[in-house]
Protein backbone atom coordinates (compact mmCIF):
# COMPACT_ATOMS: atom_id res chain seq x y z
CA UNK A 1 0.00 0.00 0.00
CA UNK A 2 3.20 2.24 0.53
CA UNK A 3 4.51 1.97 -2.58
CA UNK A 4 1.34 2.15 -4.36
CA UNK A 5 0.47 5.27 -3.13
CA UNK A 6 4.10 6.52 -3.33
CA UNK A 7 3.70 5.96 -7.26
CA UNK A 8 0.19 7.64 -7.67
CA UNK A 9 1.55 10.84 -5.60
CA UNK A 10 4.59 10.86 -8.05
CA UNK A 11 2.57 10.09 -11.10
CA UNK A 12 -0.21 12.90 -10.53
CA UNK A 13 2.64 15.11 -9.83
CA UNK A 14 3.73 14.01 -13.49
CA UNK A 15 0.67 14.73 -14.46
CA UNK A 16 -0.32 17.92 -13.24
CA UNK A 17 0.22 19.97 -16.37
CA UNK A 18 -2.80 18.30 -18.46
CA UNK A 19 -4.58 18.18 -14.91
CA UNK A 20 -4.58 22.27 -15.26
CA UNK A 21 -6.35 21.89 -18.90
CA UNK A 22 -9.37 19.81 -17.48
CA UNK A 23 -10.97 23.24 -15.99
CA UNK A 24 -10.00 26.80 -14.59
CA UNK A 25 -10.07 26.00 -11.03
CA UNK A 26 -7.89 23.01 -11.81
CA UNK A 27 -5.48 25.47 -13.75
CA UNK A 28 -5.27 27.56 -10.79
CA UNK A 29 -4.70 24.43 -8.87
CA UNK A 30 -1.48 23.46 -11.09
CA UNK A 31 -0.53 27.11 -11.77
CA UNK A 32 -0.07 27.84 -7.91
CA UNK A 33 1.98 25.32 -7.53
CA UNK A 34 4.73 26.14 -9.61
CA UNK A 35 6.55 28.91 -7.36
CA UNK A 36 5.87 27.46 -4.10
CA UNK A 37 9.10 26.98 -3.22
CA UNK A 38 10.63 30.52 -4.39
CA UNK A 39 7.76 32.10 -2.11
CA UNK A 40 8.94 30.15 1.07
CA UNK A 41 12.60 31.34 0.16
CA UNK A 42 11.37 34.96 -0.63
CA UNK A 43 9.13 34.90 3.14
CA UNK A 44 13.04 34.47 4.63
CA UNK A 45 12.20 32.51 7.05
CA UNK A 46 15.54 31.11 8.13
CA UNK A 47 16.20 31.71 11.60
CA UNK A 48 12.96 32.15 12.48
CA UNK A 49 10.17 30.58 14.48
CA UNK A 50 7.43 29.11 12.45
CA UNK A 51 4.06 27.72 12.90
CA UNK A 52 2.89 25.80 10.08
CA UNK A 53 -0.56 25.76 9.42
CA UNK A 54 -1.96 23.38 6.91
CA UNK A 55 -6.44 23.92 5.62
CA UNK A 56 -7.84 22.17 2.86
CA UNK A 57 -9.70 25.24 1.63
CA UNK A 58 -11.46 28.22 3.26
CA UNK A 59 -13.76 26.38 6.00
CA UNK A 60 -10.95 24.65 7.35
CA UNK A 61 -8.90 28.07 7.49
CA UNK A 62 -11.95 29.76 9.11
CA UNK A 63 -11.48 26.64 12.04
CA UNK A 64 -8.02 27.74 12.33
CA UNK A 65 -8.10 31.21 12.54
CA UNK A 66 -8.92 31.45 16.07
CA UNK A 67 -5.41 29.58 17.18
CA UNK A 68 -3.50 31.83 14.75
CA UNK A 69 -4.79 34.92 16.36
CA UNK A 70 -4.02 33.57 19.92
CA UNK A 71 -0.94 32.29 18.98
CA UNK A 72 0.28 35.45 17.46
CA UNK A 73 -0.91 37.16 20.65
CA UNK A 74 1.11 35.05 23.11
CA UNK A 75 3.80 34.28 20.61
CA UNK A 76 4.17 37.94 18.71
CA UNK A 77 7.92 37.07 16.91
CA UNK A 78 6.49 33.96 15.72
CA UNK A 79 5.82 33.16 11.97
CA UNK A 80 2.64 31.73 10.55
CA UNK A 81 2.93 30.00 6.96
CA UNK A 82 -0.52 29.06 5.99
CA UNK A 83 -0.66 26.20 3.18
CA UNK A 84 -3.83 25.42 1.26
CA UNK A 85 -4.63 22.47 -1.37
CA UNK A 86 -7.88 23.94 -2.66
CA UNK A 87 -7.34 27.05 -5.03
CA UNK A 88 -10.53 28.45 -3.50
CA UNK A 89 -9.30 28.76 -0.13
CA UNK A 90 -5.75 30.16 -1.86
CA UNK A 91 -7.36 32.74 -3.36
CA UNK A 92 -9.91 34.10 -0.94
CA UNK A 93 -7.03 33.96 1.42
CA UNK A 94 -3.59 34.50 -0.37
CA UNK A 95 -3.46 37.75 1.38
CA UNK A 96 -4.27 37.58 4.44
CA UNK A 97 -2.60 39.69 7.42
CA UNK A 98 -2.29 36.58 9.55
CA UNK A 99 0.25 34.77 7.93
CA UNK A 100 4.21 35.56 6.72
CA UNK A 101 3.26 33.66 3.60
CA UNK A 102 0.36 31.91 2.33
CA UNK A 103 1.02 28.69 -0.69
CA UNK A 104 -0.40 25.94 -1.97
CA UNK A 105 0.37 22.62 -0.84
CA UNK A 106 2.66 20.53 -3.14
CA UNK A 107 1.76 17.39 -4.05
CA UNK A 108 2.36 14.89 -1.42
CA UNK A 109 5.79 13.56 -2.75
CA UNK A 110 8.41 12.40 -0.55
CA UNK A 111 10.82 14.73 -2.21
CA UNK A 112 8.23 17.89 -2.29
CA UNK A 113 7.94 17.02 1.83
CA UNK A 114 11.28 16.87 2.10
CA UNK A 115 12.21 20.42 0.44
CA UNK A 116 8.50 21.86 1.85
CA UNK A 117 9.52 21.70 5.13
CA UNK A 118 13.06 22.49 5.03
CA UNK A 119 12.42 25.54 3.61
CA UNK A 120 9.89 26.31 6.43
CA UNK A 121 11.93 24.38 9.32
CA UNK A 122 8.43 24.68 11.83
CA UNK A 123 9.20 24.11 14.80
CA UNK A 124 5.62 23.33 14.82
CA UNK A 125 3.21 21.85 12.14
CA UNK A 126 -1.27 22.05 12.91
CA UNK A 127 -3.34 20.43 10.72
CA UNK A 128 -7.02 21.51 10.34
CA UNK A 129 -9.77 18.90 10.88
CA UNK A 130 -9.33 16.22 7.66
CA UNK A 131 -6.20 16.98 5.80
CA UNK A 132 -3.55 14.29 6.48
CA UNK A 133 -0.45 14.07 4.09
CA UNK A 134 1.22 10.44 4.98
CA UNK A 135 4.94 12.17 2.54
CA UNK A 136 4.63 15.21 5.20
CA UNK A 137 3.62 13.49 7.96
CA UNK A 138 6.41 11.01 7.96
CA UNK A 139 9.44 14.18 6.91
CA UNK A 140 8.02 15.96 9.99
CA UNK A 141 8.20 13.00 12.78
CA UNK A 142 11.39 11.88 11.26
CA UNK A 143 12.54 15.43 12.28
CA UNK A 144 10.71 15.74 15.38
CA UNK A 145 8.67 18.42 14.57
CA UNK A 146 5.28 18.43 16.44
CA UNK A 147 2.33 17.38 14.61
CA UNK A 148 -1.02 18.61 15.88
CA UNK A 149 -4.34 17.84 14.35
CA UNK A 150 -7.50 20.52 15.04
CA UNK A 151 -11.13 20.58 14.91
CA UNK A 152 -10.78 16.63 13.53
CA UNK A 153 -13.49 14.38 12.82
CA UNK A 154 -13.36 10.44 12.66
CA UNK A 155 -15.74 7.99 11.46
CA UNK A 156 -15.98 4.05 10.90
CA UNK A 157 -16.41 4.78 7.15
CA UNK A 158 -12.83 6.35 6.98
CA UNK A 159 -9.81 4.58 5.78
CA UNK A 160 -7.96 4.70 8.32
CA UNK A 161 -10.17 2.23 10.19
CA UNK A 162 -10.41 -0.25 7.19
CA UNK A 163 -8.24 -3.57 7.00
CA UNK A 164 -6.70 -1.72 4.06
CA UNK A 165 -6.00 1.49 5.69
CA UNK A 166 -2.11 0.06 7.86
CA UNK A 167 -0.67 2.62 6.03
CA UNK A 168 -2.75 5.48 7.06
CA UNK A 169 -3.11 4.41 10.49
CA UNK A 170 0.87 3.89 10.43
CA UNK A 171 1.11 7.78 9.44
CA UNK A 172 -1.87 8.63 11.72
CA UNK A 173 0.67 7.35 14.79
CA UNK A 174 2.89 9.71 13.98
CA UNK A 175 0.83 13.06 14.70
CA UNK A 176 1.64 14.15 18.58
CA UNK A 177 -1.58 14.84 19.86
CA UNK A 178 -5.38 14.87 18.58
CA UNK A 179 -8.24 17.53 19.25
CA UNK A 180 -11.25 16.17 18.44
CA UNK A 181 -14.65 17.34 17.65
CA UNK A 182 -16.75 15.23 19.93
CA UNK A 183 -16.86 11.64 21.81
CA UNK A 184 -17.75 9.38 18.77
CA UNK A 185 -14.02 10.63 17.27
CA UNK A 186 -12.05 10.00 20.82
CA UNK A 187 -14.03 6.76 20.45
CA UNK A 188 -13.04 5.42 17.56
CA UNK A 189 -9.04 6.40 18.10
CA UNK A 190 -9.20 4.71 21.38
CA UNK A 191 -10.45 1.55 19.85
CA UNK A 192 -7.61 1.46 16.93
CA UNK A 193 -4.86 2.05 20.01
CA UNK A 194 -4.80 6.07 20.16
CA UNK A 195 -4.62 7.55 23.52
CA UNK A 196 -3.04 11.29 22.52
CA UNK A 197 -6.51 12.48 22.33
CA UNK A 198 -8.54 15.87 23.76
CA UNK A 199 -12.44 16.52 23.09
CA UNK A 200 -11.67 19.60 22.49
CA UNK A 201 -15.36 20.82 20.02
CA UNK A 202 -14.99 23.29 17.14
CA UNK A 203 -12.71 26.08 16.87
CA UNK A 204 -15.53 27.66 14.68
CA UNK A 205 -18.06 28.21 17.78
CA UNK A 206 -14.65 30.45 19.05
CA UNK A 207 -14.76 32.09 15.61
CA UNK A 208 -18.40 33.05 15.46
CA UNK A 209 -18.45 34.04 19.11
CA UNK A 210 -15.50 36.85 18.19
CA UNK A 211 -17.69 38.39 16.26
CA UNK A 212 -19.86 39.51 19.14
CA UNK A 213 -16.90 41.54 20.45
CA UNK A 214 -15.99 43.74 17.47
CA UNK A 215 -17.73 46.69 16.24
CA UNK A 216 -20.87 45.42 13.86
CA UNK A 217 -22.38 48.34 12.80
CA UNK A 218 -23.25 49.16 9.22
CA UNK A 219 -24.76 52.48 8.54
CA UNK A 220 -26.69 51.76 5.35
CA UNK A 221 -28.11 48.39 6.87
CA UNK A 222 -29.19 50.49 9.94
CA UNK A 223 -30.64 53.53 7.55
CA UNK A 224 -32.20 50.43 5.63
CA UNK A 225 -34.34 48.13 8.46
CA UNK A 226 -34.74 51.31 11.06
CA UNK A 227 -37.55 49.94 12.97
CA UNK A 228 -38.91 47.27 10.74
CA UNK A 229 -38.09 43.72 11.17
CA UNK A 230 -35.51 42.31 9.03
CA UNK A 231 -35.01 39.01 7.58
CA UNK A 232 -31.30 38.54 6.13
CA UNK A 233 -31.36 35.57 3.92
CA UNK A 234 -27.41 34.83 3.51
CA UNK A 235 -25.75 32.90 0.86
CA UNK A 236 -28.23 32.01 -1.37
CA UNK A 237 -28.82 30.27 -4.40
CA UNK A 238 -31.36 30.11 -6.91
CA UNK A 239 -33.32 26.68 -5.55
CA UNK A 240 -33.48 29.33 -2.51
CA UNK A 241 -34.84 31.66 -4.09
CA UNK A 242 -37.61 29.64 -5.30
CA UNK A 243 -38.93 29.28 -1.42
CA UNK A 244 -38.76 33.08 -0.64
CA UNK A 245 -39.51 35.05 -3.54
CA UNK A 246 -43.36 34.44 -3.37
CA UNK A 247 -43.29 34.94 0.78
CA UNK A 248 -41.19 38.71 0.10
CA UNK A 249 -43.43 39.59 -2.47
CA UNK A 250 -46.58 39.20 -0.44
CA UNK A 251 -45.01 40.63 2.45
CA UNK A 252 -46.39 43.51 5.13
CA UNK A 253 -45.29 46.48 4.67
CA UNK A 254 -43.33 46.21 8.26
CA UNK A 255 -40.99 44.07 7.13
CA UNK A 256 -38.16 44.20 5.21
CA UNK A 257 -35.45 42.01 3.65
CA UNK A 258 -31.45 41.84 3.29
CA UNK A 259 -30.60 39.11 0.72
CA UNK A 260 -26.92 37.99 0.21
CA UNK A 261 -26.48 36.23 -2.49
CA UNK A 262 -23.67 33.58 -2.59
CA UNK A 263 -23.01 34.36 -6.54
CA UNK A 264 -22.91 38.31 -6.82
CA UNK A 265 -22.16 38.67 -10.68
CA UNK A 266 -24.28 41.26 -12.05
CA UNK A 267 -25.91 38.57 -14.43
CA UNK A 268 -27.15 36.36 -11.42
CA UNK A 269 -28.19 39.46 -9.16
CA UNK A 270 -30.74 41.02 -11.71
CA UNK A 271 -32.17 37.60 -12.10
CA UNK A 272 -32.88 37.89 -8.82
CA UNK A 273 -33.84 41.27 -8.62
CA UNK A 274 -36.61 40.65 -11.61
CA UNK A 275 -38.28 38.24 -9.52
CA UNK A 276 -38.92 40.42 -6.98
CA UNK A 277 -41.83 43.00 -7.05
CA UNK A 278 -41.50 45.19 -4.00
CA UNK A 279 -39.24 48.14 -4.16
CA UNK A 280 -35.85 46.73 -4.18
CA UNK A 281 -32.69 48.62 -4.03
CA UNK A 282 -29.07 47.35 -4.61
CA UNK A 283 -25.53 47.95 -2.38
CA UNK A 284 -24.33 48.96 -6.03
CA UNK A 285 -26.73 51.89 -6.25
CA UNK A 286 -27.58 52.83 -2.71
CA UNK A 287 -26.01 56.11 -2.98
CA UNK A 288 -28.40 59.16 -2.59
CA UNK A 289 -31.28 57.11 -1.92
CA UNK A 290 -33.80 57.16 0.57
CA UNK A 291 -33.07 53.80 1.93
CA UNK A 292 -36.16 52.73 4.19
CA UNK A 293 -38.70 53.84 1.16
CA UNK A 294 -37.38 50.33 -0.25
CA UNK A 295 -38.49 46.80 1.09
CA UNK A 296 -35.71 44.85 0.43
CA UNK A 297 -32.00 45.32 -0.15
CA UNK A 298 -29.64 43.45 -2.14
CA UNK A 299 -26.05 42.85 -1.03
CA UNK A 300 -24.51 41.90 -4.27
CA UNK A 301 -20.99 42.28 -2.51
CA UNK A 302 -19.15 40.07 -0.20
CA UNK A 303 -17.76 41.04 3.47
CA UNK A 304 -20.98 42.20 4.78
CA UNK A 305 -23.17 39.61 5.93
CA UNK A 306 -21.72 38.64 9.00
CA UNK A 307 -22.05 41.76 11.15
CA UNK A 308 -25.50 42.22 9.19
CA UNK A 309 -26.94 39.37 10.96
CA UNK A 310 -26.51 41.20 14.12
CA UNK A 311 -29.64 43.51 12.66
CA UNK A 312 -31.80 40.06 11.69
CA UNK A 313 -34.98 39.30 13.61
CA UNK A 314 -34.77 35.94 11.41
CA UNK A 315 -32.18 34.04 9.08
CA UNK A 316 -32.54 32.29 6.62
CA UNK A 317 -29.11 29.96 5.52
CA UNK A 318 -29.05 29.37 1.96
CA UNK A 319 -27.64 26.22 0.68
CA UNK A 320 -29.90 23.62 1.58
CA UNK A 321 -32.78 23.12 -0.80
CA UNK A 322 -29.87 21.92 -3.46
CA UNK A 323 -26.94 20.23 -3.79
CA UNK A 324 -24.26 22.98 -3.20
CA UNK A 325 -24.36 22.43 0.86
CA UNK A 326 -25.65 24.29 3.42
CA UNK A 327 -23.74 27.34 4.46
CA UNK A 328 -22.68 28.87 8.33
CA UNK A 329 -25.27 28.16 10.30
CA UNK A 330 -23.27 29.79 12.92
CA UNK A 331 -23.19 32.90 12.27
CA UNK A 332 -26.52 34.08 12.25
CA UNK A 333 -27.09 31.56 15.70
CA UNK A 334 -24.49 33.25 17.54
CA UNK A 335 -26.60 36.58 17.77
CA UNK A 336 -29.59 35.01 19.21
CA UNK A 337 -32.06 34.68 16.19
CA UNK A 338 -33.87 32.17 14.52
CA UNK A 339 -32.96 30.32 11.40
CA UNK A 340 -34.78 28.52 8.61
CA UNK A 341 -32.81 26.42 5.93
CA UNK A 342 -33.86 24.20 3.37
CA UNK A 343 -34.47 20.55 3.51
CA UNK A 344 -31.11 19.06 2.42
CA UNK A 345 -28.49 19.09 5.71
CA UNK A 346 -27.49 15.52 6.66
CA UNK A 347 -24.22 16.45 6.40
CA UNK A 348 -24.20 19.37 8.51
CA UNK A 349 -23.89 18.40 12.55
CA UNK A 350 -24.34 22.01 13.60
CA UNK A 351 -27.59 22.56 12.16
CA UNK A 352 -29.21 19.09 13.41
CA UNK A 353 -28.35 19.75 16.66
CA UNK A 354 -29.78 23.45 16.41
CA UNK A 355 -32.96 21.86 14.59
CA UNK A 356 -33.19 19.16 18.12
CA UNK A 357 -32.96 22.34 20.06
CA UNK A 358 -35.59 24.16 18.64
CA UNK A 359 -33.43 26.73 17.16
CA UNK A 360 -33.29 25.84 13.46
CA UNK A 361 -36.39 25.12 11.00
CA UNK A 362 -35.86 23.18 7.96
CA UNK A 363 -38.56 23.62 4.76
CA UNK A 364 -39.01 21.92 2.36
CA UNK A 365 -40.96 23.97 -0.10
CA UNK A 366 -42.29 27.85 -0.35
CA UNK A 367 -45.46 27.03 1.65
CA UNK A 368 -43.10 25.52 4.39
CA UNK A 369 -41.10 28.95 4.37
CA UNK A 370 -44.02 31.26 4.22
CA UNK A 371 -45.32 29.16 7.31
CA UNK A 372 -42.52 28.98 9.98
CA UNK A 373 -42.01 32.60 9.10
CA UNK A 374 -45.12 33.64 9.64
CA UNK A 375 -44.90 32.22 12.69
CA UNK A 376 -41.74 33.83 14.06
CA UNK A 377 -43.03 37.20 13.14
CA UNK A 378 -45.99 37.41 14.77
CA UNK A 379 -44.98 35.48 17.82
CA UNK A 380 -42.53 37.97 19.72
CA UNK A 381 -42.31 35.93 22.61
CA UNK A 382 -41.60 32.78 20.67
CA UNK A 383 -39.34 34.17 18.80
CA UNK A 384 -37.09 35.21 21.47
CA UNK A 385 -37.56 32.44 22.82
CA UNK A 386 -36.12 30.41 19.77
CA UNK A 387 -33.27 32.86 19.83
CA UNK A 388 -32.24 32.26 23.00
CA UNK A 389 -31.60 28.48 22.38
CA UNK A 390 -29.56 29.47 19.28
CA UNK A 391 -27.42 31.87 21.30
CA UNK A 392 -27.10 29.73 23.94
CA UNK A 393 -26.13 27.02 21.81
CA UNK A 394 -23.17 28.70 20.55
CA UNK A 395 -21.82 29.71 23.90
CA UNK A 396 -21.82 26.40 25.18
CA UNK A 397 -19.88 25.05 22.82
CA UNK A 398 -16.73 28.17 22.79
CA UNK A 399 -13.49 27.26 24.10
CA UNK A 400 -11.90 24.86 21.84
CA UNK A 401 -8.84 27.72 20.61
CA UNK A 402 -8.53 27.61 24.98
CA UNK A 403 -7.90 24.27 25.27
CA UNK A 404 -5.34 23.77 21.77
CA UNK A 405 -3.24 26.90 23.05
CA UNK A 406 -2.84 25.67 26.63
CA UNK A 407 -1.29 22.02 25.22
CA UNK A 408 1.11 24.28 23.13
CA UNK A 409 1.78 26.15 26.09
CA UNK A 410 1.85 23.10 28.77
CA UNK A 411 4.08 20.63 26.51
CA UNK A 412 6.31 23.37 25.69
CA UNK A 413 5.99 22.97 21.89
CA UNK A 414 6.86 27.15 21.17
CA UNK A 415 9.48 29.76 22.60
CA UNK A 416 8.84 31.99 25.36
CA UNK A 417 5.55 33.50 25.23
CA UNK A 418 4.49 36.96 25.91
CA UNK A 419 2.05 37.41 29.17
CA UNK A 420 -1.76 37.82 27.99
Not at 360 to 388: C, H, M, P, W
Request: charged share 20%; aromatic share 12%.
Amino acid sequence: MRLLYRIFSQLFQLLLPCIGMLSPKLRLFVAGRKNVFQQLEMAQLAGQQVIWFHCASLGEYEQGVPIMKQLRQQYPTTKLVVSFFSPSGFEAKKNSELATAVVYLPIDTIRNAQKFIALLNPTLAIFVKYEFWPHYFKVLHKQSIPILMVASVFRADQAFFKWYGGMMRTALRQVTHFFVQDAASKTLLAQNGFDNVTISGDTRFDRVTAQLEVDNTVDFIADFIGERKCVVIGSSWPEDEAVFVGAINDTAQDVCYVIAPHEVTVAKVQRLVDKLTVKTVRFSDQSHKELSSYQVFVLDTVGYLSRVYHYATIAYVGGAMGTTGLHNVLEPATFGIPIIIGQYFEKFREAQELEAEGALFSIKNAAGFETILQKLLADESYRKQVGAIASRFIADRTGATRLITDYIDDQQLLGEKTNV
